[in-house]
């Protein structure tokens, strides 16, 4: 039988540990969130860059609440860059992963893992087509007649794009990620 003491101890380490890893996985959102990389060559302005890669690990290793926090901390910087993309690439990646982690946590498996990240890529292309509809007039000279038209052409494949790129980082990095994230003494998952 443990004294409550060590079971102090054990929840201290495990907050502790926790904290750490939540602050490790915000640097480095956020660092990839400032690599821009142009993927789509019909709108070379629309950039992509690898942050949600680290906000999916973290939501699936974490759940949906740790992962959003990541995301949104690690996006809060970029507001007083972009204040119209950044709150966009918040609520994009939110969508991503908070469905992502939902269903993962429910099916711990690789087949979770995958219809949990194809559901919160869905839901990300969804709103990042809805959001440019409503933000982007707001600062460029497009109305939303002509951010519409360009929802087919451009808008859509980028983000389906920009999200397999995630789904498939996702998958790859999923099983080593996990194995070095398991608390001590859980075995993998």
Request: hydrophobic letters at 55%; proline letters at 8%.
């Amino acid at each position: 039988m443990s004294s409550p003491t060590r079971a102090t101890e054990r929840t201290s380490h495990v907050n502790t540990r926790k904290i750490a890893l939540t602050a490790l996985f915000t640097a480095a959102s956020l660092i990839l969130s400032f690599i821009q990389i142009p993927i789509f060559p019909a709108a070379p302005w629309l950039m992509y860059d690898p942050s949600g890669i680290v906000c999916l690990i973290a939501a699936l290793a974490f759940g949906p609440k740790l992962g959003a926090a990541v995301a949104i901390i690690s996006w809060l910087p970029r507001v007083f860059l972009d204040p119209f993309g950044a709150p966009m690439g918040m609520v994009s990646t939110c969508a991503l992963i908070i469905p992502a982690a939902l269903i993962y946590a429910r099916h711990r498996t690789r087949a979770g893992s995958i219809a949990g990240m194809v559901a919160g890529a869905v839901l990300s292309v969804i709103v990042s087509c809805a959001l440019n509809l409503v933000v982007t007039p707001l600062y460029t000279a497009v109305t939303m007649a002509d951010v519409a038209a360009m929802i087919l052409p451009i808008l859509l494949p980028f983000n389906a794009l920009k999200m397999v790129i995630n789904v498939v980082a996702g998958q790859v990095l999923l099983a080593p990620c996990m194995a070095v994230l398991a608390p001590e003494g859980s075995g993998s998952r």
